[in-house]
Protein backbone atom coordinates (compact mmCIF):
# COMPACT_ATOMS: atom_id res chain seq x y z
CA UNK A 1 0.00 0.00 0.00
CA UNK A 2 1.58 3.42 -0.97
CA UNK A 3 0.97 6.14 0.98
CA UNK A 4 1.68 9.85 0.13
CA UNK A 5 1.61 12.08 3.41
CA UNK A 6 2.18 16.10 2.27
CA UNK A 7 2.85 18.80 5.39
CA UNK A 8 4.04 22.07 5.19
CA UNK A 9 1.74 24.21 3.69
CA UNK A 10 0.40 27.30 5.56
CA UNK A 11 -0.45 31.01 5.10
CA UNK A 12 2.17 33.11 4.03
CA UNK A 13 2.61 36.60 2.71
CA UNK A 14 3.41 37.87 -1.40
CA UNK A 15 6.67 37.49 -1.60
CA UNK A 16 7.65 34.85 0.95
CA UNK A 17 8.63 30.74 0.73
CA UNK A 18 7.73 28.09 1.78
CA UNK A 19 8.78 24.27 1.70
CA UNK A 20 6.32 21.72 1.59
CA UNK A 21 7.23 18.14 2.18
CA UNK A 22 6.08 14.70 1.04
CA UNK A 23 6.65 11.38 3.56
CA UNK A 24 6.01 8.18 1.09
CA UNK A 25 5.57 5.06 2.11
CA UNK A 26 5.15 1.47 0.36
CA UNK A 27 7.47 2.76 -2.84
CA UNK A 28 10.63 3.71 -2.73
CA UNK A 29 11.01 7.60 -3.94
CA UNK A 30 14.19 6.56 -5.86
CA UNK A 31 12.50 3.67 -7.98
CA UNK A 32 9.81 6.10 -9.93
CA UNK A 33 9.06 9.95 -10.81
CA UNK A 34 7.68 11.68 -7.99
CA UNK A 35 5.50 15.01 -9.14
CA UNK A 36 3.70 18.12 -7.21
CA UNK A 37 0.40 19.25 -8.68
CA UNK A 38 -1.78 21.87 -7.42
CA UNK A 39 -5.82 22.65 -7.58
CA UNK A 40 -6.93 26.66 -6.87
CA UNK A 41 -10.56 27.40 -5.81
CA UNK A 42 -12.93 26.60 -8.69
CA UNK A 43 -9.95 25.61 -10.93
CA UNK A 44 -8.63 22.39 -12.52
CA UNK A 45 -5.85 20.87 -10.55
CA UNK A 46 -2.80 21.28 -12.51
CA UNK A 47 1.01 20.41 -12.63
CA UNK A 48 3.47 22.25 -10.29
CA UNK A 49 6.48 20.20 -10.76
CA UNK A 50 8.10 16.96 -11.40
CA UNK A 51 11.47 15.05 -10.62
CA UNK A 52 12.84 12.26 -12.84
CA UNK A 53 13.11 8.73 -11.18
CA UNK A 54 17.31 8.97 -10.76
CA UNK A 55 16.66 12.13 -9.58
CA UNK A 56 18.62 14.31 -12.45
CA UNK A 57 15.68 15.95 -14.67
CA UNK A 58 13.52 18.30 -13.35
CA UNK A 59 10.52 19.63 -14.84
CA UNK A 60 8.40 22.68 -14.47
CA UNK A 61 5.31 24.73 -15.33
CA UNK A 62 6.09 27.80 -16.59
CA UNK A 63 4.53 30.10 -13.76
CA UNK A 64 6.77 28.73 -11.27
CA UNK A 65 10.09 28.19 -13.18
CA UNK A 66 12.27 29.66 -11.39
CA UNK A 67 10.51 29.90 -8.35
CA UNK A 68 9.77 26.38 -6.79
CA UNK A 69 12.38 23.97 -6.71
CA UNK A 70 11.68 19.82 -6.58
CA UNK A 71 14.13 17.18 -4.90
CA UNK A 72 14.02 14.45 -2.87
CA UNK A 73 16.52 12.44 -0.14
CA UNK A 74 16.02 9.05 -0.98
CA UNK A 75 17.34 8.06 2.32
CA UNK A 76 14.46 9.37 4.16
CA UNK A 77 11.69 8.65 1.37
CA UNK A 78 10.70 12.03 1.26
CA UNK A 79 10.49 14.61 -1.97
CA UNK A 80 10.09 18.09 -1.29
CA UNK A 81 8.82 21.21 -3.04
CA UNK A 82 10.52 24.68 -2.27
CA UNK A 83 8.85 27.69 -2.76
CA UNK A 84 10.09 31.10 -2.95
CA UNK A 85 8.58 34.36 -4.00
CA UNK A 86 5.03 33.46 -3.16
CA UNK A 87 2.46 35.06 -5.65
CA UNK A 88 -1.03 35.22 -4.22
CA UNK A 89 -2.05 33.52 -7.54
CA UNK A 90 -0.07 30.27 -6.00
CA UNK A 91 -2.70 30.09 -3.52
CA UNK A 92 -3.67 26.52 -3.46
CA UNK A 93 -3.91 22.81 -2.47
CA UNK A 94 -0.90 21.37 -3.39
CA UNK A 95 -1.00 17.61 -3.93
CA UNK A 96 2.38 15.25 -3.97
CA UNK A 97 1.85 12.64 -6.73
CA UNK A 98 4.22 9.41 -7.65
CA UNK A 99 3.95 8.07 -11.05
CA UNK A 100 3.32 4.56 -12.30
CA UNK A 101 6.28 3.83 -14.39
CA UNK A 102 9.83 5.19 -14.80
CA UNK A 103 9.98 7.38 -17.71
CA UNK A 104 8.12 10.65 -19.35
CA UNK A 105 5.94 12.69 -20.16
CA UNK A 106 5.74 14.00 -16.51
CA UNK A 107 2.54 16.69 -16.43
CA UNK A 108 -0.04 14.66 -17.07
CA UNK A 109 -2.03 13.06 -13.76
CA UNK A 110 -3.24 10.14 -15.38
CA UNK A 111 0.17 8.73 -15.37
CA UNK A 112 0.45 9.35 -12.15
CA UNK A 113 -1.15 6.11 -9.81
CA UNK A 114 -0.91 7.70 -6.06
CA UNK A 115 -1.90 10.24 -4.56
CA UNK A 116 -1.34 12.45 -1.01
CA UNK A 117 -4.49 14.22 0.57
CA UNK A 118 -2.91 17.99 -0.19
CA UNK A 119 -2.03 20.91 1.75
CA UNK A 120 -3.38 24.46 1.89
CA UNK A 121 -0.58 26.88 0.84
CA UNK A 122 -2.85 30.31 1.19
CA UNK A 123 -0.36 33.40 0.03
CA UNK A 124 -1.47 37.01 1.19
CA UNK A 125 -1.73 40.02 -0.59
Known amino acids: QVQLIESGGGLVQAGGSLRLSCAAS????????MGWFRQAPGQEREFVAA????????YYAASVRDRFTISKDNAKNMVYLQLHSLKPEDTAVYYC??????????????????WGQGTQVTVSS
Open 97 to 114: AAKRQSGGPYSRQGDYAY
Open 26 to 33: GRAVSSYP
Open 51 to 58: LSSGGYHT
